[in-house]
């Protein structure tokens, strides 16, 4: 008799395994020949060579499919082991529109026309502007296409950066290091990656920098081939910071800037790098920019009366 074991450290195992092992039921139903036992983040299975053989690539199918999908159901399984096709090419019925299959299954898509919009120039364009008021999806939207094109293996590595700019505060006054200060301008970014990948999955790839979220500064110098990199919040970039972000673009890399032309944290002397690219770069074949407004507002109902009022007043 052989052993198999399967090491399943970059997936929670309750994902794998199911609530009380109701997953692992279904599996061993499946391979009757073999003793399977499921321990903290090790599955290991005895019995013959061949039929291992056969539970292993059964076994890497159904992770496959939960790092895609984000989701690993006791209806999921039989479907994925029936079938002769790698786990993470098969999709759950009805959701051709779906950007990123979240965790516990979230469906994450573009729910707004200007979101949609974003979606399409993306495919079409390797340089994207989207800019709007808060609560229209913008960064959201961009994350979520970045986090596909890693699944689907269209990129290597995601980079997201924003400009330490601070809104009202003193960042010299926060306590800590200065990963420590930094952080909470970064936040918004760790909560929408949060919502797309799996928490060890994240860690993982943040560790080995697959995933790297960064101040703007830590931009300089570079090149970013085969990335997708999202500048978050880019109202509050100097021309000159834009610029030198925009060209740290190498091969197969797309980018997309967010930014909300109505928020700007600047002094009051400088320029918007977002309010002076769009004079000059939206002539340029290959660069689109997506304007985002009220309509596309997702929050609470309130936010959008809020955009309201201030916009309104004199």
Known sequence: MSEKIINIESIHPIDIFGANDQNMEVIRNYFPKLKIVSRDNFVKAYGEETDLLDFEEKFTAL?????????LTKTDIPKILDSDTNGSAMAPEGNSDVLVHGKNGMLIRARTANQVKLVE???????????GPAGTGKTYTAVALAVRALKNKEIQRIIL?????EAGENLGFLPGDLKEKLDPYMQPLYDALGDMLPTQKLLQYIEERIIEIAPLAFMRGRTLNNAFAILDEAQNTTPGQLKMFLTRMGASSKFIVTGDITQIDLPKNQTSGLMHSQNILNKIPGIDFVYLDKSDIIRHKLVSRIIDAYSSEK
């Open 63 to 71: 992770m496959l499919y939960f790092e895609k999908f984000g989701r």
């Open 161 to 165: 950066t924003r400009p330490a700019v």
């Open 121 to 131: 120039s993306s495919k079409k364009n390797d340089l994207v502007f989207a800019i």
